[in-house]
């Protein structure tokens, strides 16, 4: 099965640009998902990539896909406090019901 | 409001009593799951559901059972809890496979003595 790797924490100023980075196993994987888990809250999806892109940018987030190495970040411009959450790395390959959840990152936002 | 719900939100039970977890979901969703969430380990499948009485194991269903009688609901059951099943149980339901958003319930905080 896809085994995912993300980082446990990631600790960063307000202000500042945070990257959180997830490597994969699975090479068909052609959906990238991210989702954050605030406090206390479920799952929600922040932003996702498809296998056939490189890069997207939707607002503060950029996210960046590197398909030879397997590798998948995450970038949040000007993060804010509002910002500390959990973030899940999610690839899923086209044939499959489900995503494999990365640990989570737990993402700390000090003034 | 498109959501999923859970019941109960908060649970202490003792060792060995049966309990049921409902989920949810007013989206018509043909896919449910759910998932279990312990620290430094992040989410695992308990179980998950294609359709109506269609039900498959995901990477930790020793212990669980599920049904799914009607396309909205897809209980999550545990005859005889341990304390090891103490955590925190999501239930997700999407539209289907691949490229579909999952949609979370808000978690069930599960604690066995």
């Known amino acids: 099965g896809e085994d995912v790797e993300q980082s446990l924490f990631l600790s960063v100023r307000e202000g500042d640009s945070s990257v959180i980075n997830c490597t994969y196993t699975?090479?068909?994987?052609?959906?990238l998902y991210w989702y954050k888990q605030e406090p206390g809250a479920g799952l929600q999806l922040l932003t996702y990539?498809?296998?056939?892109?490189d890069m997207k940018q939707d607002q503060r987030l950029t996210v960046l896909l590197n398909k030879k190495d397997k590798h998948l970040s995450l970038r949040i411009a000007d993060t804010q406090t509002g910002d500390s959450a959990i973030y899940f790395c999610?690839?899923?390959?086209?044939?499959?019901?489900?995503?494999?959840f990365g640990r989570g990152t737990s993402l700390i936002v000090h003034p | 409001e498109a959501q999923v719900t859970q019941n109960p939100r908060y649970l202490i039970t003792v060792t060995g009593k049966k309990l049921t977890v409902t989920c949810s979901q007013n989206?018509?969703?043909?896919?449910m799951s759910w998932y279990r969430q312990d620290p430094g380990l992040g989410l695992r499948q308990i179980y998950y559901?294609?359709?109506?009485?269609?039900?498959d194991k995901g990477d930790v269903p020793e212990g669980y059972k599920v049904s799914r009688k009607e396309k909205r609901n897809f209980p999550l059951i545990l005859e005889s809890p341990s304390p090891n099943q103490t955590s925190l149980y999501f239930c997700?339901?999407?539209?289907?496979?691949?490229?579909?958003?999952?949609?979370f319930g808000p978690g069930t905080r599960l604690t066995v003595t």
């Open positions: 559901s294609m359709n109506v009485e269609v039900t």
């Open positions: 997700a339901s999407s539209l289907g496979p691949g490229g579909y958003e999952q949609y």
């Open positions: 989206m018509n969703h043909e896919y």
């Open positions: 699975d090479s068909s994987s052609t959906y």
């Open positions: 990539i498809f296998s056939n892109m």
């Open positions: 999610a690839p899923q390959s086209g044939g499959s019901y489900i995503p494999t």
